[in-house]
Structures are given as structure tokens and as C-alpha cells.
């Protein structure tokens, strides 16, 4: 901290990062600085909330294949198998991500990529 005269000058080092679509400020040690409010992930709820209609309307026996189903709601069908994954998700981590609670590396892309169903295994590899 530098004074002279009637001017205080400080230097606070931090950089800002982009998760999710929204800025997060990183302190020096690598650390999301402490927030207030819960990150909500929209793109993450939206696509949870897809997740779940679709296994929804699958088990109901309103379609009988994910391919019939991908076809009904014009998407590609590797897309909708990615996304119908994230029902598999352990109980608390989808209650992590509705109460915007996740890490902030904890992301719409990175739940696409492959992950395990057993529900240790979640927790262990996304926090």
C-alpha cells in the first residue's frame, strides 16, 4: 500500500475466470473467492431437468427407444444419450447442483464426458 498525499493506492492480485458463463474471482492461491450467494448453473438445471423428463417419459412407456424419443424432440441422439446420463447422478450432487452448490469446475461439458454410475465413484471424481 502506497499513500501520498490525499491518494491511497492498493494492490490486491486476484484473476477472474469464466465457469459456466459466469465470472468467478480467483484469489492468488488458485481459491474461488468466497461468494455469498449460491452459483446457479442454469445450463446445468435445465439440461437436469431434460434429463429427467426424458428418463420420465421412457419408463411411462410413452416411447419405447431413446432413438424414437431423439427423433420426437429433434436432437441428435448422442446428445440425448449424454444428457439422459446425468439422471444417473447420485442424489446429493443433483441437490449439490439445484442448490448451486457445486464446484465451480463442476459444468454442463464436463458432466457430458463420461463418468461412473456408482455413486462413489461420482463423488469421488466430481467432488
Known sequence: MRNTA??????????????????????????????????VDSTLLKALARAFRWKKMLESGQFATITELAKHENLALTYMTRVLRLSLLAPDIVEMILDGRQPPEMTLATLLEPFSVEWEGQRSLLG
Open 6 to 39: 490525499n491518494t491511497v493506492t492498493v494492490h490486491v492480485p486476484f484473476t477472474i475466470r469464466k465457469y459456466g458463463g459466469r465470472k468467478q474471482v480467483i484469489t492468488p492461491n488458485g481459491e474461488p473467492a468466497a461468494i455469498e450467494k449460491p452459483r
